[in-house]
């Protein structure tokens, strides 16, 4: 149990294009979905936490404007990237919580390119 | 808020070798601590975890122990096998973080097991 899928897997866009990412809590109801950011060969970088139906909460130093996040369903998170650019690539990870409130599941992940 | 320090960032071993990553927090209200294994363009796995109210648990070849004291928690492979080559992130969790169920990564550990 507890399996989280993300889709797409990998992306590649023009610059100025928005992208969207889905993450899925397959067999779970997550009440909570973090988006996270991970450059090579460095740790996870939390962007932002959503909750389903409410607003998401978003770190310092990361832009709501142009990460947008949607909470629709306990089982379905999305993250918008709009007007993309380079400095945008990276791999794009989400996470929901199980049952166990403090237990995270991940997602495989979505390599973003843009060019 | 709370800092997670991990060390080695990089640990090889011979096959059948033991393996240890070290973690530290700051936060002593940090009461959940998962490991997680993450292989080359995939999410993080969770492959073990511990509570404060508990010291050590071991799941198979893999085992973490837990010193609330010192504030610090380490992840034990014994019989390693080229398979266990991943890089390895520890990761901190409390209520008394500014989001429930947020995690607080290290920086991770590429861990190499030789044939």
């Known amino acids: 149990g507890a399996v989280v899928s993300q889709h797409p897997s990998r992306v590649i866009c023009k610059s100025g294009t928005s992208v969207k990412i889905e993450c899925r809590s397959l067999?779970?109801?997550?009440?909570?979905m973090f988006w996270y950011r991970q450059f090579p060969k460095q740790s996870l970088m939390l962007m932002a936490t959503?909750?389903?139906?409410?607003?998401?909460?978003?770190e310092q130093g990361v832009e709501k404007d142009k990460f947008l996040i949607n909470h629709a369903s306990l089982t379905l998170s999305t993250l918008t990237v709009t007007s993309a650019h380079p400095e945008d690539s990276s791999f794009y990870i989400c996470?929901?919580?199980?049952?166990?409130?403090?237990?995270?599941?991940f997602g495989p992940g979505t390599r973003l390119l843009v060019l | 808020g709370e800092n997670v320090e991990q060390h080695p960032s990089t640990l090889s071993v011979q096959e059948g070798d033991s393996a240890v990553i070290k973690c530290t927090y700051s936060?002593?209200?940090?009461?959940?601590f998962p490991w997680y294994k993450q292989e080359l363009g995939k999410g993080p796995q969770l492959i073990i975890d511990i509570r404060s109210n508990v010291g050590e648990k071991k799941d198979q070849r893999i085992a973490v122990t837990l010193n609330k004291t010192a504030k610090h928690f380490s992840l034990h492979i014994t019989e390693t096998q080229p398979e266990d080559s991943a890089v390895y992130f520890c990761?901190?969790?409390?209520?008394?973080?500014?989001?429930?169920?947020?995690?607080?990564f290290g920086r991770g550990t590429q861990l190499t097991v030789w044939p």
């Open positions: 996470s929901a919580n199980g049952l166990v409130l403090e237990t995270q599941y």
């Open positions: 990761a901190a969790s409390g209520e008394g973080g500014s989001t429930l169920g947020r995690l607080y």
């Open positions: 067999d779970f109801q997550a009440t909570t």
């Open positions: 959503s909750n389903e139906g409410s607003k998401a909460t978003y």
């Open positions: 936060d002593s209200a940090s009461n959940y």
